[in-house]
């Protein structure tokens, strides 16, 4: 479809032809045919055409006519104003008068900039950023105490940073400060002096495979060999054949995992106990999936026992709290500290949950307030005593929230039913094995 343009005539060829560009350009853009161009015309004539765009270049079809002339620049920049011809006044603008602290201020500041209009344009402070506040007028007594303070008299004091004024230092986290303000045990990185050395002993065609398996093992090097390969098509080049890579991967997958779970358990070793325990369990478990050298095995022996001595270590450690708040009379505290164990594994002895159910329930008496028995309630339906607690009694005249709550922790507490006149709940059955292929949590 032809275009509506502009051209300007730049040479006439021997045979009646002529070069034309665009308006303004430097170079000519294309030919046009004698016989469309009026006659009459000269060089830098701007003419008005019918062009095609294609692949080959911009055809002229037709010339209409030469495009009338143009203004000057200030014509153009000119702009014409149509009204009814008779003069008004101006727009009048009244400031509304500031604040006495703000007129105080402006007589200072040009007296410290010295009078008249000399001393150059004023800053103006943002509304709302603070101004006022930030340019208090002094008194004697901001003096006294800035004096007192190791200011010398007369200086204004310096701006707290805004950071401090708004509480950053308190908000501010991120990175290993931030977790460690949080008490989230700081991931460790290892370090890759196995995964070096293993890549160091390999051939130069081995490399690639050997770094796409540090990566991300078998399915990222198929992953990496569909996109070159996907790379070689789009190109016209021949596409790789996948099988001899794998076989060699197959070949160098043991070494690699080998490498990279060393790297993981010197970096737990050097943690020692700042080690995250979840870190430690999970290298831990992973030796199982790699072939273990000598090296790797007398590693992994060192491992088990600092995890046993931990583990050891903090279960010691629970029990000796919970024991503690019995012995304190604090029911509640010991039946909280009970449901949290420090590993899932742990389990309360049988002398120390005895204990921990005849305290409960002697603490849920009929002489206590009702708020701290429904308190002492909560406590018991969340620990792994709850079934063996029996209750001594219902506070007096119980309120029907009370009432409620029992009911709803009868099926956990039994003893609570037999308080209530309900039938007792019968007994759990039997845990039920996971599905296959569940997914753990």
Do not use: C
Not at 173 to 202: C, F, I, M, V
Not at 227 to 233: D, H, M
């Amino acid at each position: 479809m032809a275009r509506r343009i502009d051209i300007e005539l730049t040479s006439q060829r021997p045979d009646g032809s002529w070069t034309w560009r665009a308006p303004g350009a430097r170079q000519p853009r294309g030919d046009v045919a004698a016989e469309l161009v009026p006659s009459g015309v000269k060089v830098g004539d701007v003419l008005r055409a019918d062009a095609e765009f294609d692949l080959d270049g911009i055809v002229v079809t037709a010339v209409l006519a030469q495009r009338p002339a143009t203004r000057s620049d200030d014509e153009r920049n000119r702009i014409e104003v149509l009204g009814p011809g008779r003069s008004s006044t101006g727009v009048s603008v009244t400031l509304a008068p500031g604040s006495r602290r703000r007129a105080e201020d402006d007589e200072r500041g040009r007296g410290r900039r010295g009078d008249g209009d000399d001393a150059g344009p004023r800053r103006t402070r943002r509304p709302g950023a603070g101004g006022d506040r930030a340019r208090r007028p002094r008194t004697p007594a901001s003096d006294e105490a800035g004096v007192a303070a190791g200011r010398p008299e007369g200086e204004p004091p310096a701006r707290r940073p805004r950071r401090e004024e708004a509480g950053g230092e308190r908000r501010r986290s991120g990175g290993a400060e931030g977790a460690e303000r949080a008490g989230r045990p700081r991931r460790l990185q290892p370090a890759a002096t196995y995964r070096n050395a293993a890549l160091a002993d390999l051939r130069p065609e081995q490399l690639p495979v050997a770094e796409q398996l540090l990566r991300g093992g078998i399915p990222a090097l198929r992953a990496a060999i569909d996109e070159q390969n996907s790379r070689a098509r789009a190109e016209g080049r021949a596409p790789v054949s996948p099988e001899p890579l794998l076989a060699m991967a197959e070949e160098l997958l043991p070494k690699m995992n080998l490498a990279t779970w060393k790297d993981r358990a010197t970096a737990v070793r050097t943690a020692g106990k700042d080690a995250p325990l979840r870190e430690v369990r999970s290298v831990v478990a992973g030796a199982s999936a790699v072939a273990l050298d000598e090296e790797g095995r007398a590693l992994l022996s060192q491992l088990r026992q600092g995890l046993d001595d931990r583990v050891t270590a903090l279960r010691h450690a629970w029990l000796g709290r919970v024991t503690s708040a019995l012995d304190e009379g604090r029911v509640a505290d010991a039946l909280r500290l009970a449901s949290r164990a420090p590993e899932p594994a742990a389990r309360i002895p049988a002398e120390l949950a005895v204990r921990l159910s005849a305290d409960a329930g002697a603490a849920m008496g009929g002489a206590v307030p009702e708020q701290e028995w429904l308190a002492l309630l909560d406590a018991v339906v969340g620990s792994p005593v709850r079934r063996t607690v029996k209750p001594a009694g219902l506070p007096e005249a119980p309120s029907e929230d009370l009432l409620q709550a029992a009911r709803r922790a009868a099926g956990q507490v039994p003893e609570l039913a037999r308080l209530l006149g309900l039938p007792i709940p019968p007994p759990p059955g039997p845990r039920r094995p996971a599905p296959v292929g569940a997914r753990r949590t």
